[in-house]
């Protein structure tokens, strides 16, 4: 998708961080952009921010978790602007515990936003691109925690790998179609997110696990840890820019801020390439 100027962009959990970066970018292109996110205060700033500097822009609140929200998100966009060419599954949350003792409502919101909001996405939109002869792109944010395994975070990293093997299929199936596919995979990148541990919205009162809702000590201190790391970390404008540079160019992975973890991917490559020299020989 060489042209961007005049083109349609949905982006999921645009009201901050990352998918704000995001939708700046696509409408800095010259794109009319959706921005759709649960937190209306932040997604009506976000959307004024946009309009403010001359960008075309519809904020439609949207829950990813409900497959019938996310099915009005679109019929939102195609009356708004027409058409959607570009949509970024960006939605994200995410906790810190131990795996085992993660409450069962914890693991069921992030694999719930995470997961499925990608899947109730791809499920919308792809049909709507493959019916259009320009086709479209999808975007799919996963994280260099899909890539490579951590401590503290098994919801955010099982549904993070998740999205790596859910995008490698889809764009094996969209293979010889218009429809374009890229794989977002974030590594050293300044957002909110450090800020939002386990923020829930409003509508999630009654479903929240027991506790103080803050924070547990080992927790704080990954937080911590997390926080000196993001020292000359990426901004989430610049990675907005890769994400833009990627449906233009139809590149596939995108790995903002990703070179810190390099050495990381590579030990891990490594590993599971030295296991296949110790394998007993067939028969």
């Not at 946009?50 to 195609?78: K, N, Q």
């Not at 800020?195 to 506790?211: Q, Y």
Request: include cysteine; proline fraction near 5%; charged fraction near 20%.
């Amino acid at each position: 998708m060489r042209e961007l100027a005049g083109r349609v962009g949905v982006v999921t959990g645009a009201a901050g961080g990352i998918g704000y970066g995001i939708a700046r970018a696509l409408a800095d292109d010259g794109m009319r952009v959706v921005l759709a996110d649960t937190d209306t205060a932040r997604l009506e700033k976000a959307a004024a921010m946009l309009g403010a500097a001359g960008a075309e822009v519809l904020a439609v609140p949207t829950d990813v978790r409900d497959a019938a929200a996310v099915r009005a998100l679109a019929e939102a966009a195609t009356a708004g602007f027409g058409r959607v060419d570009v949509v970024c599954n960006n939605a994200g949350v995410w906790t810190l515990n131990r795996q085992w003792e993660t409450e069962l409502v914890d693991w069921q919101w992030v694999v719930d936003v995470n997961l499925w909001g990608v899947v109730h996405g791809v499920r919308t939109f792809v049909p709507l691109m493959l019916a259009q002869p320009e086709g479209g792109h999808i975007v799919n944010t996963a994280s260099m925690g899909g890539l490579i395994g951590g401590a503290m975070t098994g919801p955010y990293g099982t549904t993070k790998h998740a999205i790596v093997g859910l995008t490698k299929g889809l764009r094996a199936e969209l293979g010889g179609t218009a429809v374009g596919v890229s794989l977002l995979c974030p590594g050293k990148v300044r957002s909110d997110m450090l800020d939002r541990v386990g923020a829930r919205p409003a509508a999630d009162a009654d479903e929240e696990p027991p506790g103080d809702g803050g924070p547990t000590p080992s927790a704080r201190d990954v937080i911590d840890a997390m926080r000196r790391s993001q020292a000359g970390a990426m901004s989430a404008a610049e990675a907005g820019e890769q994400v833009a540079a990627a449906i233009r160019e139809d590149r596939f992975w995108v790995l903002p801020g990703a070179d810190a973890h390099e050495p990381l991917l590579r030990a891990e490559f490594d590993e599971l390439l030295g296991a296949f020299g110790s394998m007993p020989a067939d028969g």
